[in-house]
């Protein structure tokens, strides 16, 4: 069993930055971020392999978001950078049972509670 928790979460004015993290209990592979805006389906937004060699973003983050893994520390992190208010919702770290990243959140077995992330215009 995999238990995962985000932190970093916050109110930030568009063009700002913030750094989510995401801490894991228990082996891990294939992680992602995902989020939810009010209304709209969850959605993709990064994926990294379990060594971290390999990463996937959605177009929409492209360029401005990067994850990456510490797997000493077994936390997973989303910098954001030149935040738009389209980006305010809940965003959640994802556990696979894959080794590659994975785009499509039924292919994740271990959620988080989720962050919520608001960027004000």
């Known amino acids: 069993q995999v238990q995962l928790v985000e932190s970093g979460g916050g109110l930030v004015q568009a063009g700002g930055f913030l750094r989510l993290s995401c801490a894991a209990s228990?082996?891990?592979?294939?992680m992602g971020w995902f989020r939810q805006a009010p209304g709209k389906e969850r959605e993709f937004v990064a994926a990294?392999?379990?060594?971290?060699?390999?990463?996937y973003y959605a177009d929409s983050v492209k360029g401005r978001f990067t994850i990456s893994r510490d797997n000493a520390k077994d936390t997973l992190y989303l910098h954001m950078n030149s935040l738009k208010p389209e980006d305010t919702a809940v965003y959640y770290c994802?556990?696979?049972?894959?080794?590659?990243?994975?785009?499509?959140?039924?292919?994740?077995?271990?959620w988080g509670q989720g962050t919520q992330v608001t960027v004000s215009s």
């Open positions: 228990g082996r891990t592979f294939s």
């Open positions: 994802a556990a696979s049972l894959a080794t590659d990243p994975r785009t499509r959140s039924y292919e994740y077995a271990y």
């Open positions: 990294i392999s379990w060594s971290g060699d390999s990463t």
